[in-house]
T-cell receptor
Framework: LAKTTQPISMDSYEGQEVNITCSHNNIATNDYITWYQQFPSQGPRFIIQGYKTKVTNEVASLFIPADRKSSTLSLPRVSLSDTAVYYCLVALKAAGNKLTFGGGTRVLVKP | GAVVSQHPSWVICKSGTSVKIECRSLDFQATTMFWYRQFPKQSLMLMATSNEGSKATYEQGVEKDKFLINHASLTLSTLTVTSAHPEDSSFYIC???????????FGDGTRLSIL
């Protein structure tokens, strides 16, 4: 399973855009990149998943360069409720594949 | 809404007690579920893969006789912490996958406190 590296923590302010970059130098050809959000005492919540280029949904965008050795999660106009830990994972998209969680990035949104 | 349900959400019990945690996939069948453990301020650690109709696959260092997993149906996996001790106190989380085009979905976890 590919190892991921992401910043331990980031601070931001309400209304700003938050970009979290994750490195995954050993990503395999068939691996997908998935981001989860976790609040204290809750299970992780799926945010977005992608394979290459750019993926956008109603809550975030995911930018993946051509070499796929990194990815950037972009959260537009964050609010206080976006304060959480964000995990970047790479794994086969196929069902039943194990997910290995790294340390995650603690994002603190300030008023 | 939630696609994976865990029960109970928290439990406090005495040392030596066995505790069962349920993980249910809602409105879909899950042939594979996963169990994680998370200590305060730490990341999730995969404990085992629960396979419907067969034995669970445990990660290295996880005692299979301590953490019994039963996946008796396509919508239910259970984790039983046998003869629990204070060091077993943790946050236990399960996940399930709906189909090959969907990411894994996680339950809201079970906070286990052993006194």
């Amino acid at each position: 399973l590919a190892k991921t590296t992401q910043p331990i923590s980031m601070d931001s302010y309400e209304g700003q855009e938050v970009n979290i970059t994750c490195s995954h130098n050993n990503i395999a050809t068939n691996d997908y990149i998935t981001w989860y959000q976790q609040f204290p005492s809750q299970g992780p919540r799926f945010i977005i998943q992608g394979y290459k280029t750019k993926v956008t949904n109603e809550v975030a965008s995911l930018f993946i360069p051509a070499d796929r050795k990194s990815s950037t999660l972009s959260l537009p106009r964050v609010s206080l409720s976006d304060t959480a830990v964000y995990y970047c994972l790479v794994a086969l998209k196929a069902a039943g594949n194990k997910l290995t969680f790294g340390g995650g990035t603690r994002v603190l949104v300030k008023p | 809404g939630a696609v994976v349900s865990q029960h109970p959400s928290w439990v406090i019990c005495k040392s030596g007690t066995s505790v069962k945690i349920e993980c249910r996939s809602l409105d879909f069948q899950a042939t594979t579920m996963f169990w994680y453990r998370q200590f305060p301020k730490q990341s999730l650690m995969l404990m085992a893969t629960s396979n419907e109709g067969s034995k669970a696959t445990y990660e290295q260092g996880v005692e299979k006789d301590k953490f019994l997993i039963n996946h008796a149906s396509l919508t239910l996996s259970t984790l039983t912490v046998t003869s629990a001790h204070p060091e077993d106190s943790s946050f236990y989380i399960c996940s399930a996958w709906r189909d090959s085009n969907q990411p894994q979905h996680f339950g809201d976890g079970t906070r286990l406190s052993i006194l």
